[in-house]
């Protein structure tokens, strides 16, 4: 019997040939009969209603068969084709009634699954603390430097946003690249720093322009403060804490910022929530998904910025002559 779902996409999104033999070849019970593609079945061929690749798919094959990923040219979790769009399988009106935030939509988005509310709530405790510090950091020095010159909303916030990177924001995943190596391989702080010193390589999440040893940055405290009390697990962060205990004793101004306090704590959020396997944990960290929390809240204020300079009509930015040394 013909099943009711037709392997292929609707003639108007046909893809390049069909998937008929690789299905049969992957799926043995599956009979190219079973199949139903247009070219291989009296009933596929200029149907317009048989279902897409996809739904052929999910509808058709048990949850137990292969991996076919390989399947989906496109792989999205946010789902436009029912009554209303989903997030990673949620309705939106199921977000709106439970009342869930940012947070669970960026689980959803970034981490395709629901994640506990604390793991949510932290996320938005960190887009929230890093949403502006101010104009004088490179960022919104840039996107109001370009706000002045006259330049619109996105020219302004992608001018800021370009200077987010290793120096600036950006070193959230490499700060968790390197605490997560260091505490997985047992290394003590000492054996840690003197061995980046050896690399010749700055300890990401280590160091800041202002803050110092008698000056904490309040965002790392309350980031802290916000984990011990409800992560189970505080392992990594406390990792760093050793290995700014050892660095500030070298120098006053080797802090552990807010980017080694993200890196650190989401770390623990990984492996401590329970929702990651270690596979999923390592290929987070590899990706480099973290920065993207960065770069999300700091748009928050770069727009800020942007407005404010529109708003108060300022004229086009010069930097005072007295700073620049002439040389030949
Ligand atoms: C939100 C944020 O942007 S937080 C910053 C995110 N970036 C990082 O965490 C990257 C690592 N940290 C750094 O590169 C720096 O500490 C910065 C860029 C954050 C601050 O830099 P500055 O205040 O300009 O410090 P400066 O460059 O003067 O460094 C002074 C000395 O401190 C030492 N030092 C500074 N940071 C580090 C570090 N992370 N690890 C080891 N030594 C360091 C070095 O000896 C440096 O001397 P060097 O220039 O000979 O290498």
New binding site residues.
């Given amino acids: 019997m013909h099943s009711p779902y037709f392997l292929g996409p609707p003639p108007n999104k046909r893809l390049d040939g069909c998937n008929c033999n690789r299905i049969t070849s992957l799926f043995p019970s599956v009979s190219i009969t079973d199949i139903g593609c247009n070219s291989h079945s009296e009933f596929g061929a200029g149907n317009r209603d048989y279902p897409s690749i996809p739904d052929f798919i999910f509808r058709f094959l048990p949850s137990s068969s292969p991996d076919f990923s390989q399947f989906f040219p496109f792989q999205i979790s946010t789902s436009s084709s029912g009554e209303e769009p989903c997030y990673a399988g949620v309705p939106m009106s199921s977000i709106v009634e439970q009342g869930l935030g940012v947070g669970d939509v960026i689980s959803l988005l970034w981490f395709k699954r629901s994640l506990p509310r604390y793991c949510t709530k932290f996320i938005e405790i960190c887009i929230m603390l890093c949403a502006d510090h101010g104009p004088c950091v490179s960022g919104a020095h840039n996107t109001i430097v370009t706000a002045r010159a006259g330049k619109d909303l996105v020219s302004s916030l992608v001018s800021g946003l370009l200077t987010i990177g ?4 950006g ?1 959230i995943d490499d ?1 968790a690249r390197f605490f997560k190596d260091a505490y997985d391989r047992g290394l003590t702080p000492y054996e840690f720093v003197e061995g980046m010193k050896k690399k010749g390589i ?8 202002i803050k110092r040893g008698d000056n904490r940055d309040k965002r790392v405290e309350l980031l802290q403060l916000f984990a011990r009390t409800n992560f189970p697990s505080v392992k990594y962060m406390e990792y760093a804490v050793q290995v700014e205990t050892y ?1 500030l004793s070298k ?1 006053n ?2 802090v552990l ?4 306090a993200i890196g650190s704590l989401f770390l623990d959020l990984l492996a401590g929530s329970g929702m990651f396997t270690k596979q999923e944990i390592d290929e987070i960290v590899e990706i480099g998904y973290l920065n993207g929390l960065f770069v999300l809240a700091r748009s928050i204020g770069l727009i800020g910025h942007t407005f404010d300079q529109k708003r108060l009509k300022q004229p086009l930015y010069r930097h005072p002559w007295e700073d620049v040394l002439y040389t030949k």
């Fill in positions: 290793p120096r600036f924001g070193a700060a700055r300890v990401p999440g280590i160091g800041h322009r660095t120098a101004n080797l910022n807010v980017d080694g």
